[in-house]
C-alpha cells in the first residue's frame, strides 16, 4: 500500500504531484491509501521484460532468501552462459513511488550507467535508487534498463 492522490479516472499518483502520472489530468489533493500500481519496466537484453509491482531477485538461477507475508519475490532467471552473473544477482524493489536495485554480494559485480556519466559500480547490498532510462550491466553481455511508467 502506498499514500496516493486519484486522478478523477481513478489513477494512483504519488502525493506530492500536482498531475496525474498515467493520463495528466488534475489531481484534487486529497491522499488516501491505495494499493501500489506498477511503478514501471524492466527490459532484458536477452529478451523479455518485467513490470516492476512487487521485489524482482534476478541471476542465472535466482533463489529468494528471506521472505515476509505478501512481499513473495518474482524469480527472474537470465542466461549466463560463462557463469559471470551471479546466481542470485541483483535485487529490484519498490519503496514507496521508488524503485532501488541492491547488488547481492556478486563475484562480478553490477555497473550502473546512467545518461552521459561514467559507468558506476554498484557496492554490494546498497540500494541505489533507479531513475527512468538507468541501465544496469550485470555481465555476459546482459544488460537491463528500467523505464519508469509515466
Not at 484534487?28 to 491505495?34: E, H, I, K, N
Not at 521484460?49 to 527472474?76: H, I, K, M, Q, Y
Amino acid at each position: 500500500m502506498v499514500a496516493a492522490q486519484l486522478c478523477a479516472a481513478g489513477h494512483p499518483s504519488p502525493p506530492d504531484s500536482g498531475v496525474c502520472r498515467v493520463c495528466g489530468a488534475p489531481l484534487d489533493g486529497s491522499v488516501r491509501s491505495v494499493e501500489r500500481p506498477p511503478l514501471g519496466t524492466l527490459e532484458i537484453s536477452s529478451g523479455g521484460s518485467v513490470r516492476l509491482d512487487r521485489t524482482v531477485v534476478l541471476g542465472r538461477r535466482p533463489r529468494a532468501s528471506r521472505v515476509s507475508g505478501d512481499d513473495v519475490p518474482l524469480l527472474v532467471t537470465v542466461p549466463s552462459p560463462q557463469q559471470d552473473i551471479s546466481r542470485s544477482h541483483l535485487e529490484i524493489r519498490p519503496e514507496g513511488w521508488h524503485v532501488v536495485v541492491v547488488d547481492l554480494a556478486t563475484t562480478n559485480g553490477t555497473r550502473l550507467m546512467r545518461g552521459q556519466q561514467a559507468q558506476v559500480r554498484l557496492r554490494p547490498h546498497t540500494p541505489v535508487l533507479l531513475r527512468s532510462g538507468d541501465a544496469l550491466d550485470i555481465g555476459d553481455g546482459v544488460i537491463l534498463r528500467w523505464t519508469e511508467r509515466a
